[in-house]
């Protein structure tokens, strides 16, 4: 998979979205600010969500269209409300994305329904992420596959069998370049309740990349996400917290996220090859190692014992392995203390 001929897998460093979603705050200029900064720490890509109130919603207060959750950072609020409140006009999505192309960064969007995937296929988007609670939408699905862009679908919530359901969607619409996911629809979600472990599996069931929209506070469940296989991290992005918004609460702030990009990439660089017995990088350490050596001076004739046979550093004699076996032998010649062993010491 590619993104703007970016190679997005396991032979690249990690591919990190910045999601502002909500967080420019109804300002425009806020959120030319949140492109720069999210530039300036290390986002390869700046991710927009593309939608109205009315194309996600309905304008109702009847059950289920307000949230009564105590444990929500929203409760108590009309889904057609928090959603207006969210939104990121359309008319800025032209602006914003000239902004990250003058920093040579992707920016792409979650689109809610098909007016929004024609509109950004006019302003000529480089990929297209679907939202995990949109992961069943397979029409949806069908209808961005069909654009030919690269896909990332996350996958919160969702089952095997609706996983599995939503890439065929997308494979069958002659889409292949394709990457799941793994998420936890919490807000924010704890690291307890985010389970990386599923990465590697995910990977194995389904045949396509695997990443992680993370919605936990920090960066250590990211680091570990890498550490299992993750290709792409997407974190939700702010100037500052205290500044609020609808996801200022579980959102990196710029400092923040250049510390996830230096350690996801420290922890990508750190996965290399399954190796045994030293790189060559270590070579010049080896020489520390443990080894056998004279410890007493010796005549010629005299026989090694637990005295004048150590096994010590520097790593010039033989092997500590041989030591039990040299109990007992001759040397051929006088041997000065500090005498590393060798087999033609030997009588």
Known sequence: MQINGRPIGLDARPYLIAEMSGNHNHSLDRALEIVDAAAESGADAIKLQTYTADTITLDCD???FVIEDENSLWNGRRLHELYDEAHTPWDWHGPIIERARKHGIDCFSSPFDDSAVDFL???DVPAYKIASFESIDLPLIRKVAATGKPMIISTGMASVVEIGEAIRAAQEAGNEQLCILKCT???PATP??????????????FGVEVGLSDHTMGTGVAVGAVALGAVLIEKHFTLRRADGGVDSAFSLEPAEFQALRDETERAWQALGQVTYGGTMAEEGSRQFRRSLYVAQDMAEGDVFTETNLRSVRPGFGLPPRHYDVLLGKRVNRA???GTPVSW???A
């Open 192 to 205: 307890e309740n985010t389970n990386i472990r599923t990465i590697a599996n995910m990977r194995d069931t």
């Open 344 to 346: 033609d010491l030997i």
């Open 121 to 123: 296929e006019r302003l």
């Open 62 to 64: 009847g059950p289920g």
């Open 335 to 337: 041997c000065p203390k």
């Open 185 to 187: 629809s919490t807000y």
